[in-house]
């Protein structure tokens, strides 16, 4: 398992576990003349795991995780097996910490006439609801709408580009199964968006994403966007990153 990000610049992290033994060594193993570290992956289903490279079913389960990134950076160890967590909940505590990491990089991906935006918006946000609750419920249900637009378009498009499922999960914040369930089995709720976005189902959408040559642009949205998300969502001056139906 690996998670992947990519950043303006070429920077490029990709996360991944490895897994310390009782006697407090990572195990390794050889291939021609190089020493490499046996990465861990947790079994979906029920205890234990599976180490790689070869010789990999000899080797012991490990007492701990640790998370790292090709980056070179290493995280603290997580215990693995015991009572203190469950193997699934040390699998996603490895991916929390790395993505903590990974967070600046992740972050640098937007560009910064929207990051600027979306910080004076963040600052003026809790005055608002203190002042004017009302103006402030309003302003969060738009909000929402901004983002359940915005979501779906950007998968397909993410998809149409061959981003991964798991790297979709990364900037989303979610595990791999999570975004690929939402979206391979999508919710009524979000059937309906997208639906009155584009004029068609979710699986139309990612399938036209997919099947779109790269460089042209996304399916142009049937329904009207509100005119505040429209406004919201409108690129800062002199930034050339555009949005769908703005
Ligand atoms: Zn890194």
């Not at 060594?25 to 020493?35: D, E, K, M, V």
């Not at 919710?187 to 099947?211: F, I, K, N």
Request: proline letters at 9%; hydrophobic letters at 35%; glycine letters at 10%.
């Amino acid at each position: 398992m690996a998670w992947t990000t990519d950043a303006p610049g070429g920077q490029r992290h990709t996360g991944y576990v490895l897994g310390r033994l009782a006697d407090g060594t990572i195990p390794t193993y050889r291939s021609g003349q190089a020493l490499y570290e046996r990465e861990f992956t947790d079994s979906p289903n029920g205890a234990g795991g599976t180490w790689s490279g070869p010789g990999a079913a000899d080797v012991d389960q490990p007492t701990a995780l640790v998370p790292a990134c090709r980056c070179g950076w290493r995280g603290p160890d997580t215990p693995y097996g015991g009572e203190a967590l469950l193997p699934d909940d040390a699998m996603l505590e490895a991916r929390a910490v790395w993505r903590a990491h990974a967070a600046a990089v992740l972050d640098a991906q937007v560009p910064d006439g929207y990051r600027d935006k979306i910080s004076a918006l963040a600052r003026n946000l809790h005055e608002l609801a203190d002042e004017r609750p009302r103006s402030a419920l309003v302003l969060a249900r738009q909000l929402r709408e901004i983002a359940d637009h915005l979501e779906p378009l950007a998968v397909a498009q993410a998809l149409a580009q061959g981003v991964p499922w798991e790297t979709i999960g990364v900037d989303l914040d979610q595990t791999k199964q999570a975004v690929h369930r939402r979206y391979g089995h999508p919710s009524a709720s979000l059937e309906q968006r997208v639906r009155e976005l584009t004029g068609g189902s979710v699986a139309a959408l990612l399938a036209v994403a997919r099947d779109r040559r790269r460089g042209t642009p996304p399916p142009a949205p049937r329904a009207r966007w509100s005119q505040a998300v429209t406004r919201a969502l409108r690129p800062p001056a002199g930034n050339g990153v555009g949005v769908p139906g703005s």
